[in-house]
């Protein structure tokens, strides 16, 4: 999941960022920035949504949906290879961005020197080094391929300069935080599905099956969901450490609902990997008892809503998907 991606690269990032002495706030603009990056490699699932087309049920559509998706997914963006070379091309990118900056007291027009920008050498080493992999996956993968690529460019690029924009991060900033997001991924993949095209487009596999935590499919599923769920946990720890927040202090006790989705080890059919859909969407429903009153608030009135809300819904929800996930395994394990 795309999320869990992008939350284990933003603590990871914003946490060391503090421990080596970063302001609260610098560690923040760069965990976002690695986290937005590391979420990127998932935009080649766009393709997936034609899979709906022909889909007659709910399972058959999440099932024709997954199918689409992985003609190309965990393969051209999930690459170590691509990962660095797109890295590299964003660090040219935005150092002909700040060279742009620089030169804004030169009495250019706006529209001239973003011209200039675009046509000095390091932003048209970026633009090639980019259009050169678009081209390759075209020539690999075919013309989805390439449209992925692009995808994944354009994806890349925009969050650089929202980085470089709203979080003042520099070239090196950008290119550090791109590659722990770009190479961190691939990596979060090999518990899940088919693992990813790591070397791509080279035909070499760096790893050709993926990791099993235990024999049995079904505690093998649980066991990677959990996985996620720490990831979650410790970004939201981090981010609350960054805020000066308590974590505890945001867990309504309605979180312990989620002990009720331990009834459903006796409707649900076990789940694995490959079957994972009815287990996965409804143990995440659970999480509504943390929103659920946030819906009502804002029903009665929008001023009613702040930053405390929100983070209290997504502790409370996570915290009842944790439970819920908890008490499903003990049934499990007991039937």
């Given at each position: 999941m795309f999320v869990g991606h992008a939350l284990g690269a933003f603590a990871t990032v914003a946490g060391g960022a503090r421990l080596v002495g970063c302001s609260r706030g610098r560690s923040l603009a760069l965990g976002a920035s690695a986290g937005a990056f590391a979420a990127a490699p998932d935009v080649d699932i766009l393709y997936a949504p034609v899979g709906l087309a022909e889909a007659s049920g709910v399972a058959d559509a999440a099932e024709s949906f997954w199918s689409a998706g992985n003609l190309v997914h965990r393969a051209v963006t999930h690459s170590l290879v691509v990962g660095t070379v797109v890295a590299v091309a964003l660090w040219f990118w935005t150092r002909a961005r700040s060279g742009e900056t620089s030169d804004r007291s030169d009495g250019s027009l706006p529209n001239i020197r973003r011209l200039r920008s675009l046509l000095n050498a390091e932003s048209g080493g970026a633009l090639l080094a980019l259009g050169g992999l678009v081209a390759v996956a075209g020539v690999v993968s075919g013309p989805l391929g390439a449209l992925v690529m692009t995808a994944f460019a354009l994806t890349s690029l925009a969050i650089a300069e929202l980085g470089a924009h709203y979080g003042d991060l520099g070239p090196k900033a950008i290119l550090v935080t791109a590659l722990i997001g770009?190479?961190?991924?691939?990596?979060?993949?090999?518990?899940?599905?088919?693992?990813?095209?790591?070397?791509?487009?080279?035909?070499?596999?760096?790893?050709?099956?993926?990791?099993?935590?235990?024999?049995?499919?079904?505690?093998?599923?649980?066991?990677?969901?959990?996985?996620?769920?720490?990831?979650?946990?410790?970004?939201?720890?981090?981010?609350?450490?960054?805020?000066?927040?308590?974590?505890?202090?945001?867990?309504?006790?309605?979180?312990?609902?989620g002990v009720a989705y331990a009834v459903a080890a006796l409707a649900v059919p076990a789940p694995t990997v490959d079957s994972s859909y009815e287990f996965v969407f409804s143990v995440l429903a659970v999480g509504a008892v943390g929103p659920a009153p946030l819906v009502r608030r804002l029903r009665r009135s929008r001023r009613a809503i702040d930053a405390e809300n929100v983070l209290t819904a997504a502790l409370t929800g996570l915290a009842a998907v944790t439970l819920a996930s908890i008490a499903y395994a003990a049934v499990y394990l007991v039937l």
């Amino acid at each position: 999941m795309f999320v869990g991606h992008a939350l284990g690269a933003f603590a990871t990032v914003a946490g060391g960022a503090r421990l080596v002495g970063c302001s609260r706030g610098r560690s923040l603009a760069l965990g976002a920035s690695a986290g937005a990056f590391a979420a990127a490699p998932d935009v080649d699932i766009l393709y997936a949504p034609v899979g709906l087309a022909e889909a007659s049920g709910v399972a058959d559509a999440a099932e024709s949906f997954w199918s689409a998706g992985n003609l190309v997914h965990r393969a051209v963006t999930h690459s170590l290879v691509v990962g660095t070379v797109v890295a590299v091309a964003l660090w040219f990118w935005t150092r002909a961005r700040s060279g742009e900056t620089s030169d804004r007291s030169d009495g250019s027009l706006p529209n001239i020197r973003r011209l200039r920008s675009l046509l000095n050498a390091e932003s048209g080493g970026a633009l090639l080094a980019l259009g050169g992999l678009v081209a390759v996956a075209g020539v690999v993968s075919g013309p989805l391929g390439a449209l992925v690529m692009t995808a994944f460019a354009l994806t890349s690029l925009a969050i650089a300069e929202l980085g470089a924009h709203y979080g003042d991060l520099g070239p090196k900033a950008i290119l550090v935080t791109a590659l722990i997001g770009f190479i961190s991924h691939p990596f979060g993949d090999l518990f899940t599905g088919e693992p990813p095209h790591m070397l791509y487009p080279f035909a070499t596999r760096l790893v050709s099956e993926r990791i099993v935590l235990t024999a049995d499919p079904t505690l093998h599923l649980l066991g990677s969901f959990w996985l996620e769920l720490l990831t979650i946990w410790l970004a939201a720890i981090v981010y609350c450490e960054l805020t000066d927040r308590s974590p505890t202090s945001y867990i309504h006790g309605r979180a312990t609902l989620g002990v009720a989705y331990a009834v459903a080890a006796l409707a649900v059919p076990a789940p694995t990997v490959d079957s994972s859909y009815e287990f996965v969407f409804s143990v995440l429903a659970v999480g509504a008892v943390g929103p659920a009153p946030l819906v009502r608030r804002l029903r009665r009135s929008r001023r009613a809503i702040d930053a405390e809300n929100v983070l209290t819904a997504a502790l409370t929800g996570l915290a009842a998907v944790t439970l819920a996930s908890i008490a499903y395994a003990a049934v499990y394990l007991v039937l």
